[in-house]
């Protein structure tokens, strides 16, 4: 299940300057208060609410059926979900015009924040490679002490193309990462997600599905034999 973190101590998580992943050792109960930030200190600092976020979609916008895939870069779940099933769902309904696909992040905590504004900093024409990357070496980059799991994110992000200096730039923009955590908490609240992944088909809600179980949902949705 979902645990809802506080926005200003969420978004603190990346609002240290050029120390942004030097965090002190997790106190019992609150493992995301940054070293040298108070989370008051990251709601004074960070101004969100200029800060546009871009949805993430692939496939034709005018599809048929839409579907809104919720998940965190850390979920073991998501992660099988990207490796197993999006592929085939991709190569047989997204890439053949029959739905427009949206990825909107989960963040469970603050590694699943990082992870997202590691995604978005080569923009929108690279984020889903960045994404692909973050799932395939998920085991590689989610294990360790808060400053070997920064260095590692930002060994994805440069395999990807990225620069030390975009990446110092992306992870240490607080702006953003305030915006980022209201943006998802607008949107886990609308459509009521308490776990990940979670699907949202033309409107209704889906929990985790094999490829089979997916495409017979499609298949359905879109008036199609099965």
Known sequence: MMTRTPLAILAATAVIGGGWYMLQPAAPGNDLTPFGATAQEADETAESGDVEIAEMTLGDADAPVKVIEYASFTCPHCGTFHDIVFPELKENYIDTGKVEFTYREVYFDRY??????????????????????LYERQREWARGEPAEI??????????????????DACLGDGAKA??????????AETHDITSTPSFIIDGEKYSNMSYADFSAVLDEKLGEDS
């Open 112 to 133: 699943g924040l990082w992870a997202g504004m590691v995604a978005r900093c080569g923009g929108e024409d690279r984020y889903f490679g960045i994404a692909d990357l």
């Open 150 to 167: 920064a260095a590692n994110l930002k060994t994805v992000g440069k395999t990807a193309g990225l620069t030390d200096e975009q990446l």
């Open 178 to 187: 305030e915006a980022l955590v209201r943006n998802f908490e607008r949107n």
